[in-house]
């Protein structure tokens, strides 16, 4: 049981289920505690959650049967911890190869927590500070040609640029396609989203005089590429 998770400015603990790797996470210089349980436990979340930080949990485990399924997550609704449990052992490196031992899942460990953290972003487990192709204030995408957001009116390159969560919503429903056209610029533009398009501003000259033209509920198999018009 650990007592106490090491002190770290990242905003996920590290824990290693595995003497050697963690061994090698100390070499690397990464803060990272040991753990000998199989899961994250209580005790673990209850102390993360004081913090409202995230878990990374690494184990190898050879007994898994499932190699494909090397991964699961966890998630905590009800708090302010999210755990991410890993089973590297299985696990497809860049380079395609499996990590079958504790020598290969050493020698890319460096590699491997990289690619967690950059995980624990995409799921919305902890915050991010990657602008690129976002709007600085709302965080929603601005694609390659637009000069402001289509949501808040923000112009590409300003806003606050704080941390963000980088959710991925699910929205259920059939597919919307939706006309824009600006009185301003007269740009004109179609977006299919499922469960609908709700832009306010023109992403060419940013006004709000848009008008939305046309709404169509499409068919589950009818999803055209209208992302970049
Ligand atoms: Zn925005
Ligand atoms: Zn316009």
Redesign the pocket.
């Known amino acids: 049981m650990i007592k106490n998770l090491p002190q770290t400015d990242k905003q996920y603990y590290l824990i290693i289920g595995e003497r050697h790797l963690y061994a090698k996470a100390r070499m690397l210089n990464l803060t990272a505690a040991y753990s000998s349980e199989d899961y994250p436990d209580d005790n673990m979340i209850a102390l993360a959650k004081k913090t409202g930080k995230s878990i990374l949990f690494v184990k190898f485990d050879t007994s898994d049967e499932n190699e494909d399924d090397f991964w699961s997550t966890r998630r905590f609704n009800d708090s302010d911890c999210k755990i991410i449990f890993y089973n590297i052992y299985g696990m497809e490196t860049e380079d395609g190869h499996k990590i079958k031992t504790l020598e290969d899942a050493a020698e890319s460990l460096a590699k491997i927590i990289d690619s967690m953290v950059s995980q624990l972003i995409d799921f919305g487990f902890i915050k991010s500070t990657d602008y690129s192709g976002r709007?600085g204030?709302?965080h929603?995408r601005i694609r390659a040609n637009d000069n402001y957001?289509r949501?808040?009116g923000?112009k590409r390159g300003e806003g606050e640029f704080e941390p963000y969560f980088n959710i991925v919503c699910c929205v259920y429903g059939p597919p919307i396609q939706t006309k824009y056209e600006c009185e301003v610029c007269g740009k004109s533009w179609m977006r299919t989203l499922w469960g609908g398009e709700h832009a306010k501003y023109c992403p060419q000259c940013g006004s709000d005089r848009i008008m939305n033209c046309k709404e169509r509920t499409m068919e589950f198999f009818e999803f055209p590429d209208d992302d970049y018009e």
């Open positions: 709007c204030c709302c929603q957001c949501y808040c923000t």
